[in-house]
């Protein structure tokens, strides 16, 4: 099993910035895609970003130029740098983690961009 818990999210106005976090913890080897979710109230949850083993990013079209993915060395912990931020980005943020074709989950947390 692999535990995730994120940190990070909050309220923020728009133009702002917030960096997330989610760290992984149990059976963490051979982890392999990590990234981030949102579902807004009322959508459908969307992939935001994700970043491969090896380091590759992956962005949403509606977030590139403004969010950047990172993943530290031991890869087990993966960041959500998010800039310029609009209204539109308001949503729960999930992360996840890939291993040997299992998805896992976190939490959740909340991202309001006022305007």
């Known amino acids: 099993q692999v535990q995730l818990v994120e940190s990070g999210g909050g309220l923020v106005q728009a133009g702002g910035s917030l960096r997330l976090s989610c760290a992984a913890s149990?059976?963490?080897?051979?982890?392999?895609?990590m990234g981030w979710y949102r579902q807004a109230p009322g959508k459908q949850r969307e992939l935001v970003a994700r970043?491969?083993?090896?380091?590759?990013?992956d962005y949403t079209e509606s977030v590139k130029g403004r969010f950047i993915i990172a993943r530290d060395n031991a890869g087990n912990t993966v960041y959500l740098q998010m800039n310029s931020l609009k209204p539109e980005d308001t949503a729960v943020y999930y992360c996840?983690?890939?291993?040997?074709?299992?998805?896992?989950w976190g939490q959740g947390t909340q991202v309001t961009v006022s305007s």
């Open positions: 149990g059976s963490i080897f051979r982890l392999n895609t």
């Open positions: 996840y983690a890939v291993r040997f074709g299992d998805n896992y």
């Open positions: 970043i491969f083993v090896g380091g590759s990013p």
